[in-house]
């Protein structure tokens, strides 16, 4: 089945630890998307990426970052710069044509110890 | 970063009723996606909406595009358990070649059997 698969499905991070969240996708999509959803609120861009060995940040890059080796899989790192990372977030994918759908992974949930 | 207007922000109603939401921008869009979020999942598409004045159904769901380009509007007829979820409208420009999506703040549907 094709889709797009993001492990773990829950983290738990210590103070001043970088972890690392995988995102993989057999959709041959170029564009891959990372997303951060806080309760009540709706999806806020991490990082995004159209095409291998590309991306750029979103509105929410600060404590973030992603690598594009693989058209397939687009992992991204919660730094320990990242003072408030408890949250799910969300990876997606897209065709990469303009305003295309974005197929969504099942999240992951980061804590803090 | 720019946001969607999404209303209301939380419904809570009597299983057979129908349901209506809303989003709204101050800015023009090419694309309007409705997606349902179960809790502790990812965002699945519900429909998506491709010309100003387009009115789609998918069983009981049906949305339309705003003839301003400026809204769109998700009703669900008889609402029944399964339909508890967030509910989350997204644009997309088209003209910007980046493939983003900008998502509203979501609808927490509730529905009491």
């Known amino acids: 089945d094709g889709g797009i698969t993001q492990s773990p499905k829950y983290l738990f991070r210590k103070e001043g630890q970088n972890v690392t969240l995988s995102c993989e996708q057999n959709l041959n999509h170029d564009a891959m998307y990372w997303y951060r959803q806080d309760p009540g609120q709706g999806l806020r861009l991490i990082y995004y990426s159209q095409i291998v060995n590309d991306f750029q940040k979103g509105d929410i890059a600060e404590g973030y970052s992603v690598s594009r080796e693989k058209k397939e899989s687009f992992p991204l790192t919660v730094t320990s710069a990242q003072k408030n990372p408890t949250a799910f977030y969300l990876c997606?994918?897209?065709?990469?044509?303009?305003?295309?759908?974005?197929?969504f992974g099942a999240g992951t949930r980061l804590s803090v110890l | 970063g720019q946001q969607l207007n999404q209303s209301p922000q939380s419904m809570f109603i009597q299983e057979g009723e129908d349901v209506s939401m809303n989003c709204t921008s101050s800015?023009?869009?090419?694309?309007w996606l409705w997606y349902k979020q179960d809790p502790g999942e990812g965002p699945v598409l519900l429909i998506a909406l491709y010309k100003a004045g387009e009115l789609t159904s998918n069983g009981r769901l049906t949305a339309q595009f705003g003839i301003t380009r400026k809204d769109s509007f998700l009703n669900i007829s008889a609402s029944i358990p399964s339909d508890v979820g967030i509910y989350f409208c997204?644009?997309?420009?088209?003209?910007?070649?980046?493939?983003?999506?900008?998502f509203g703040q979501g609808t927490t549907l509730q529905v009491k059997p």
């Open positions: 997204a644009g997309g420009h088209g003209s910007s070649n980046t493939g983003k999506l900008i």
């Open positions: 800015s023009i869009f090419n694309t």
């Open positions: 997606a994918s897209s065709i990469g044509e303009l305003a295309g759908i974005q197929y």
